[in-house]
């Protein structure tokens, strides 16, 4: 890979001299360390991408050099140089994490194809390391919570889906985070550095949507006193989310394939068409094919935008992740306010994990912030949380149908917060470990399924 930057250290001079010239003239950005000192003070001085190290150096070895390496730079591929006889502790040296080794006296082809090959190897592993480190730092922990196996697969997908440039479906009811998921697409994304805009297809009039969407020039309608681009411009080269996209009049909506065939669109009052670069992602809570069979929605915009669907689970599916939410919401609000409120009582807990969520995560959130808001001690009692359980709202039914239904339910709720650990179910049910495999095995339940 020209321009790439390699430091080589090794004590023979004449070997270093020959290296520098072939690898400058493969395109490479060459140092030579005569020695380990030498090379320790042109890692303090400047980046490198790779370095090639003699196994026998002056004063140690170049283990313990690629060591000290990976301590600054722990992704930086490091290729051994050794002597036949010491094939053995070049095979030591990649157990212990150098990349690859050549024998002396060895190929200046075969040099330059093993750094192309580590320094590919490399990229796709930080890479693969920045995924990893965005999706569990900035979301796990911070936005998106992902213990249940429905979250994880969201955001396994998100790490493949960020990688291609194609459009982006999100399926999901009202507070399920579907910007929140748009975000991290773009931000896995190449187009990271780029501007991500948002704009809710619901929230605009008509005519105020289409200005929105694709600008007008100055005296384009009554009230256009100044030039506007829009967000297809204001993205140029990032990531435009259209939420409630189902919402978007039939008007705009040929203008809006337009941009997604052609890659550009005319502001209004301007007769000079602009091209823009973005990545298109779109969200919805309403059934979108349904929308195209009423007639609302063009079935050609339809298959433009469906390209790659993800579906988000509602908070009721992925019941595992309320306790984590609820802990996440209870630390960012009692910060926010100020106060000194640091957990929440089983009971409290218990009549959240009862609850269905119509308003997903962000009834929860809303309902967490009240708790803490009205809290007169560190806990939050049940007293604070204001839902009420779904089985004492549904409509009226037959009593044995109806506490039937709720004993499944509040089975499977439980084993899903346990992990299908019964003896902690039963304990959080207050009820013996018989009790509740009696009842598992009348409502046909395996708590295997839970693990």
């Known amino acids: 890979m020209a321009s790439a930057s390699v430091l080589i250290v090794d004590d023979d001079l004449n070997l270093l001299e020959i290296m520098k010239m ?23 001085e400047k980046d490198f991408d790779l370095a090639v190290v003699d196994l026998q150096l002056v004063q140690t070895d170049g283990i313990t050099l690629m060591r000290e390496i990976h301590e600054i730079y722990p992704l930086m591929p490091v290729i051994i140089l050794t002597a036949h006889g010491s094939i053995e502790s070049a095979v030591e040296a990649m157990r212990r994490g150098a990349f690859n080794y050549l024998t002396k006296p060895f190929d200046a082809r075969e040099l330059i194809v ?61 507070g399920t985070g579907k910007e929140l998921i748009a975000r991290a697409i773009h931000l896995a994304s190449p187009r990271r550095e780029r501007p991500f805009v948002a704009i809710n297809c619901a929230a605009l009039p008509e005519g105020v949507l289409e200005s929105e969407l694709f600008g007008h020039e100055k005296g384009a309608f009554t009230g256009a006193v100044r030039t506007l681009k829009g967000i297809f411009q204001r993205a140029e080269g990032g990531t435009v989310f259209l939420d409630e996209i189902a919402d978007m009049p039939l008007s705009i909506q040929g203008r809006f394939l337009r941009v997604l065939q052609e890659r550009q669109f005319y502001p209004l009052g301007s007769d000079r068409p602009v091209r823009v670069d973005v990545r298109v992602i779109v969200a919805t809570n309403k059934d979108l094919a349904e929308e195209v069979r009423a007639g609302r929605f063009r079935e050609d915009l339809f ?17 595992e992740d309320i306790p984590l939410l609820v802990n996440h919401f209870i630390k960012k609000f ?6 000194n409120v640091n957990g929440i009582s089983s009971r409290a807990l218990k009549k959240l994990m009862l609850y269905d969520w119509p308003g997903n995560v962000r009834e929860l959130e809303n309902t967490i912030e009240y708790a803490v808001a009205m809290a007169r001690s560190q806990t939050i009692e049940d007293d604070l949380i204001t839902v009420t359980p779904a089985s004492t709202i549904s409509s009226l039914r037959p009593f044995d149908e109806a506490k039937s239904e709720f004993e499944r339910e509040y089975l499977i709720n439980l ?9 902690r179910a039963a304990e959080i049910a207050g009820r013996y470990r018989a009790d509740l495999y009696n009842l598992m095995k009348k409502h046909g339940i395996n708590p295997k399924d839970y693990k």
Do not use: W
Request: aromatic share 6%.
């Open 303 to 319: 298959f433009r935008i469906h390209v790659i669907p993800l579906k988000l689970p509602p908070l009721r599916e992925r019941k």
């Open 334 to 339: 009692s910060e926010k306010m100020k106060k």
């Open 22 to 44: 072939r690898l400058e003239a493969s395109g490479f950005d060459v140092t030579t360390a005569r020695d380990e000192n030498e090379a320790r003070a042109f890692i303090k």
């Open 114 to 174: 093993q750094i192309e090959r580590a320094l590919r190897s490399s990229e796709l592993e930080k890479e693969v390391q920045r995924l990893r480190d965005f999706l569990k730092e900035e979301y796990d922990f911070k936005n998106i919570i992902a213990r249940s196996s429905a979250m994880k697969k969201v955001l396994e997908q998100v790490s493949r889906i960020a990688q291609v440039d194609s459009s982006v479906y999100i399926h999901g009811e009202s």
């Open 415 to 423: 084993l899903r917060h346990t992990g299908g650990n019964v003896s």
